[in-house]
């Protein structure tokens, strides 16, 4: 078993930043993609960003690239989010997932049916 743990959420004004953190633990596997997802309320969860195995590769959603940028650290296990220049629309929890069988080549590791392991997700809020 993985558990994912995020911290760094919180209250931003619009054009702020946020650094978000997922720290993992357990069975870990740093050849496994892991990616950030968000819920809006009433909203489905969508894509954010994904970090391939490596952490070489990386890809954005369109509605945040070029303002966020996701890294991994697999000597400490920890995924990042960097969010610059949020906007209000950026509200939402934010969630960290990993991937027990997608290395993020040859797998759709957009979907969030990829992802076996979710952290407890972190309150993004933006005040305009």
């Known amino acids: 078993q993985v558990q994912l743990v995020e911290s760094g959420g919180g209250l931003v004004q619009a054009g702020g930043s946020l650094r978000l953190s997922c720290a993992a633990s357990?069975?870990?596997?740093?050849?496994?993609?892991m990616g950030w997802f968000r819920q809006a309320p009433g909203k489905e969860r969508e894509f954010v960003a994904v970090?391939?195995?490596?952490?070489?590769?990386?890809y954005n959603a369109e509605s945040v690239e070029g303002r966020f940028t996701i890294s991994r650290d697999n000597g400490k296990d920890t995924l990042y989010l960097q969010m610059n220049r949020l906007k209000p629309e950026d509200t939402a929890v934010y969630y960290c997932?990993?991937?027990?069988?997608?290395?993020?080549?040859?797998?759709?590791?957009?979907?969030?049916?990829?992802?076996?392991?979710w952290g407890q997700g972190t309150q993004v809020t933006v005040s305009s």
């Open positions: 997932a990993q991937s027990s069988w997608c290395s993020g080549y040859g797998c759709d590791a957009t979907a969030p049916e990829t992802y076996d392991y």
């Open positions: 357990g069975r870990t596997g740093s050849t496994y993609a």
């Open positions: 970090n391939s195995w490596s952490g070489g590769d990386t």
